[in-house]
């Protein structure tokens, strides 16, 4: 009957929501106009229309002859239809009927989609496939036709009619709700919940409908103005209630004929009746909280004043004359939000392998995405400077950026499996860029990708080009992104945490992979992980940041060997890898705390909340100091500690551990991470 | 695959089936009797006895229904009760007039659901929120009232096409195109803003993927990663829903049938509702649920060429 296809239910398939979270969710309904507008006039039309024979200015047949096919006037608001009668009153009195039997038909349709999506969730597999198998069957049948087949049968009985559209439409209804309650059952405290010998039909009621609410709600919303629609249209057809009885589909059937001499009549009921549709579906958009759908994602950059500002200083006197790659001050933020790097410097010379290392959130990443100019929406570089080969990058427009991506700069990630287009083969992902870059034809394009997955370890060149991303291992999988990057031959890769996603030997693999390709190719590589021992065995440089700042630096050696800064040694000294003929520790050491969100940092030593070795001091900022020759550290005590041979070491068992300075406030560990992680 | 075919054709042949079970049960159910609406109305008692028995009504269901399937078989839908036309036949002439409106108005939407959908996304912004409000008040505008609409503007304001009538193709075919552009336009509304809701979301989605970082740093030019990665990750969805919608403007021609006088499968079936005359019901049913199997399974082979991970597992 209408251009809604009964699926479009399935659009709002919305995350089934733990009931903790659900809190929020009526104020936030009517945060969105539309689902004020949604929920107030389906109000006002529910209220109007049932109350109509109590309010209405004249009876629905009431003919006045010398007013017909009138205008809006005082004594009828709406104007009259051919017979003189007032429109007003006509609609709301046909109002009660398609809003009961849409109802009805929402009833019936949840009634029984509703428990059985609750059984095939719990009762498992098969059971799952009998009931999926006979509403697939339904779903396909054409619920319009039938509907009319009904009439034929039974005659103009619409409150049938609509029952039997419900039995149709139950189907949808269990397809989608089926989803969010498999889901839901998936979550551990419905598990806990069965564990705790609570009944079947408890856990249902307590733990998986309260989370199906949301998602009922929404589909209830769209569905009943989809049943609005139907009964509208059924009643233009000529089957709903006949003459003289109003109803909102023949009264625009009617109106139709008059549309030569008198078309305003078609205005007020069609607009009753679009809007009660709108109101629904705005309800339902509101609830599923799409209307934020429509976000800009156009990217907006903050000047970068600061930077250029930052990088005329030290122009033209790099520290290391030989750096191909030279960060200072460089400075990252979310667009009228916190920092979340500050102050990073470091230097890379060609051939060299540079390591940032640290716990998640520290802004490692951010760092790594700042080379490329590739950070997410709404973050951007704002200060400091970032010189390539000379060139300064921080700042540098879009389409510049886009010359040096992938042909001077190049970056693998750290998820392989979802780093290529799930929807080409692995030869036209290898040989579009490879004719971009090097200007070849495709047949020689096509020996060249051959050839470069053969150079990253590849025997079955062939058979992977024809492949597509789905039927390729992790380590296959980060193999190919590393000849990617390579196809425009770049000087620089940046490589954000290439291994974490991999297993352990296939880690090994790759990163013996990198290094091959520094000794043969001259490569530089900034290498982005958590993992020390990555450090140790493919970096010469690192650098150790800590909340959104580089605490350390200095070569790998160094660091690694002697490191200075108490965040360094923690790390160390939680590190499970245990150098050769060393013994193997009993307990690892632990950092009490997590790190601070952006936006919450301390003031002074960032990382003094969860230093064993902080004084009062630590709380007033610092400069960093020159360390590792080179490098430099960012802790006040330093040479104390140095002093002290002071180590972070393991905590006995059964100790409380106990972050240093009682001055300091504890890390907050509820704060959320800004949605940005590292 | 071939079990994966196998599966969907034994759906297929399933789905039909329970449509014939059910209209045919249905229609036994009734308390009119099939002589009682050939005899028409005021006819004695005996003589609608005699048409029931004359129609092998009194025979048990299961011989009428072996009776019926041996007949659907060989194509034959058998006669009106009304005027004794011949249904498969009438069916076969009505057919295109249905498929041809669905068909362009399908296609309609497509394009200008893409178009709409890919600018709400890629452009964001005031242009993307009022892509979406008004795709949501689009798709929630009653089609019988956008219809009538349009007549009073296209048809009486502009006078660009006929406001009701149909041309055959065969006798005149710009007048035909011009007969169904009314009808064609006005599926298209509600049609055009569901496919711009479903590539909107689509490739608002895909503009969000990890690949397509990937792409970025790799220097990839921006329309390229928008209409060749993005737009083909977005595709799946957006052709689904294409035939969803083929099969929703099919049921919708009832409506779009009536109102512009088109001599179609819809305007068959209120004829037939409206005068009880169960074969041709039945019939329409038939052909209806044909049409929607067919299009889904055509649909799976699409979504399976577009999808490699559906091609190759």
Redesign the interface.
Known sequence: ????????AD?VATEPVPPARRRRGLPGLLRRP?GIFGAAWLTFVIVASLTAPLWRPFEPGQQDTANRLALPSAEHWLGTDPLGRDLLSRIFTAGSLPLLSSALMLVVAFGIGLPLALIAAERGRRVERVIS?VT???L???????L???????GNRLYPVMAVLGVLISAAVYRVLLGVAQSVRQRLYVDAARVNGLGSLRVNLVHVLPSMATVVAVQAAQLF?IGL?IV??LA????GPGEPEPSW?FM??D??GY??TS?WL?VPT?LV??LT??A???LA?ALAGR?A??????RRRRPLRRAVAAAAVPDGTPADPAAVLEVRDLTVSVDDGPDLVTGVSFSLRQGQVLGLVGESGCGKTMTARSL?G?LPDGVSVTGGSIRWQGRELAGLP?TE???????EI??I?Q?PM????????IATQLV??IR?FREVGRSQAKRIAAELLRNVGIVDAERVLKS?P??LSGGMAQRV?IA??L??EPQLLVADEPTTALDVTVQAEILSLLRALVRDTGLSVVIVSHDLGVVADICDDVAVMYAGQAVESGTAEAVLDAPAHPYTMALLGANPHVPEGEPVPERLASIAGTVPPPGSWPTGCRFATRCRFAQEKCTVPFPALPAHGAGSVLCIRVDELSREHATWTPERAGDEIQPGAEVLAPADETAPTAGVSS | MLAYVAKRLA??V??VL??VV??FL??H??D?TPGAVRAGAGATAERVAAENEALGWNRPLWVQFTDYLGQLVQGDLGTSLVDGRDIAADLADRLPVTASIALFATLLSGLVGVFLGVT??????RL??L???GS??A???????VG??F??LLS?QLGWFPATGYTEFSSDPLGWLSSIAIPVIT?A???AA?IA??A??GM?EA?T???I??????????WRIRYV?AL??ASVPVVSTLG??F??????S??IE??FALPG??QA??V???????PA??G??VV??V???VT?LLLDLVVAA????VR?S
């Open positions: 009957m209408s251009v809604i296809p009964l699926d479009a659009e539309g198998r697939e069957v339904f396909a049948l054409p619920a319009t036709i039938l009319l087949a009904l009439i034929g049968v039974i103005g629609l509208a249209g233009f057809l000529g089957f589909g625009i059937q109106a139709s549309i030569y078309p078609m069609g009746l679009a549709v709108v629904a579906n705005e958009d209307a759908g429509a976000r800009g994602t156009r490329l590739l879009e950026l886009n010359r040096i991506r992938g042909r190049a970056m990630s998820e979802v780093a290529l287009d799930p929807m080409f083969s579009g860029p971009r597509y789905h039927q992104c990617l990057a196809t425009g | 759906l297929a399933g789905t329970a449509a059910i209209v249905l229609v159910a009734s009119t709400a996304a890629v452009r964001g912004g993307g929120r892509i979406t409000t949501g008040v798709l929630s505008l009653p089609a019988f009232w009538i609409l007549v009073y009486l599926l509304v509600g049609g569901i809701r479903t909107a979301a608002r503009l993927q990890e690949h970082r990937t792409l970025r740093a790799m220097g990839t030019p921006r990665h083909r990750y969803i919608q099969i929703a403007l099919f049921g919708g009832v409506i009536n109102l499968l819809g079936s209120q037939a509702a409206s005068s009880s005359d169960f019901l039945v329409v049913v209806a649920t049409v929607v199997v889904n577009l999808d490699p991970k190759t």
